[in-house]
């Protein structure tokens, strides 16, 4: 018994301190539930949720940007052709959207030792420094740009190396950094300025244009002018109450002045901090501006030192822009977002299709059109799409411009995603007599791209190029230009259509207004591509980063959105094996990285075997051109919407949505319960 009480007793005792474990455990649990309570709210007021956005994944191309920036090979010295000397690339589309690519690039970066504070409460903080201490420092004389002689390296005898940037930008040999957007800006490490009265507005658009993209064509068309003058008025008054009060304070028997002149910047940061537009301010507001004109005239009478003031205003100009190219970061990010994201209504019709594909089994109607899909007397039209409205919009306005229709075989090819939504879609619409063949992608047994890790879906590849010379670096002389190649699933179309002679590949952001059908009757003259040419740029222009010099450097690059191929004379020149070493050689790594290789490896696999089409065809420009001529749109008989600016996004062009809408599917049950109108 007594050995049972022991036991026992051991047993109580090793229970009660098991208990007490499990009470500091849960009480632990209890502290770190507060603690992350406390902190997902700070995390918000911070500005830090920026870091992490929300929203749904666009299926369609998203618009994340990958810089390059390469000069161009100079031999004995000498440039060959000044206009070709730098220039940077953008890819502007991502078949596998990452949105952690686009917060790296757009999340605001300020001081290393500003972490833990947000980029407006440090500036801010900044801002009230220049104010409470007073700078001795004599002021540096520099005269930054975009791109100046100093910054560029040495490049007799060596060989350009292509960087990819992803996020902050990087500095290798021979690349040039990527600059500010803003030719004012501070130089965080020089601690130069350019404050030169001649800075041209054109030329701030234009590197704007260079770090952010098509952002800027869309800000610049979305630019409100400033009527709140008040506002403006109170601002003008602290910039140059800031400006004097250092020298004010420093004067001796001035200490009424300067406590207020004091009080009068705390009262208009107070006012200011609580209205952004004239109808927020105040009563009270014009008797401040009143007093506060009179502090002013106080100071201006005062015997200061001049190159004090106008230091100080040097530093609050500088920190104002620093504000204002934050800001010009946050919009970019959003903008960037609102392209790459699709929106609820988007992804509630796709889900809704594929649920009801598998709550309602319909029909197979392709079996009522099997002798089609394989016949090459068809005219088969392919496209690669995750967009179910965009494709619809494609295929409808082909069809509806189509004389016959009966003999249009429209092969889709998709993903796994959005493979079942697309079949019930096509399932319950009908475009006249057009056969539609949706294709999953993701179980075609193809093995040509074994070991590059492409197996997945790819859509075609839109970049942005900019181009500027060494010899006159002023962002005036740079040019930027959209361009449209095929992607990696493009180049294994001999191999998905093996009975076909001959097929027309649309991007899923075209419109065909007129018949296109003359098309199949065109003969290529022995070429395998037929398609529009740019010679906006050049292959000339591209060299160092082609990597050889195997090709003709006055050829025009071709643009993807209409191609007519011949697939006889594709497997005889093995375009495809050919695309597959032009990988190889490029030995690239990460996915950003293959994913921009398409450039370079499109051109060149199909240099020569491009057959020129009228210019007046296809419009191009669509996303991103807010100037094309409506005379150009209404007349062309394809139109292209290459760009971030999808005529599907509230962010589209408004004057080319028009024509775009005009071939979307109406009452469509699906498309009004998920409240989708684009």
Sequence with gaps: MKGYGAAAGGVSTAAQAASKRRSKGQAAAVFVLVFFSMLVPLVFLLGLHNRFPSGYLADDRSQQESSFEIYHHVDRGEVKNPSEVLFSLFCLSDDRPLIHNVVNNFVPTFQEDTESVSPDKELYKRINDTVSSPSTSEPKDANSQAVSKDNVPNLKGATPNPSIIIGPPVENNGVAKETSSLPNRTDAKSGKHDHSIGSNVGETERSCELEFGSYCLWSKEHREVMKDSVVKRLKDQLFVARAYYPSIAKLQGQENLTRELKLNIQDHERILSEAVSDPDLPPYTERKIHKMDQVIAKAKSCSVDCNNVDRKLRQILDLTEDEAHFHMKQSAYLYQLGVQTMSKSFHCLSMRLTVEYFKTPSAEIEHSFANKIDNPSSQHYVIFSRNILALSVTINSTVMNSEESGNMVFHVLTDKQNFYSMKHWFARNSYRNAAIHVLNF???????????????????????????????????????????????????????????????????????????????????????????????????????????????????????????????KWREHDITGMYRQFLRELNHENEASWRTATLPASLLVFHGQIYSLDDTLVRQGLGHDYGVPDESVKNAAVLHYDGNMKPWLDLGIPKYKKYWKKYLTQEERFMDECNVNP
């Design 442 to 568: 993701d179980e075609l047994d193809l093995n040509h791209f074994v070991g590059l890790d492409l197996e997945a879906l790819s859509m075609s590849e839109e970049f942005r190029i900019s181009t500027h010379t060494i010899a006159q670096p002023s962002s005036l002389q740079m040019r930027t230009k959209y361009i449209s190649v095929f992607g990696h699933s493009h180049f294994l179309l001999s191999d998905i259509f093996k009975n076909l002679k001959k097929v027309i590949v649309l991007d899923d952001d075209v419109v065909v207004q007129k018949d296109i059908s003359f098309l199949w009757n065109l003969d290529l003259g022995g070429k395998v591509n037929g398609a529009t040419e740019f010679c906006g740029v050049k292959l000339g222009q591209l060299k160092s980063y082609l990597g050889t010099s195997r090709y003709d450097g006055n050829s025009c690059v071709w643009m993807s959105g209409l191609n007519i191929i011949d697939l006889d």
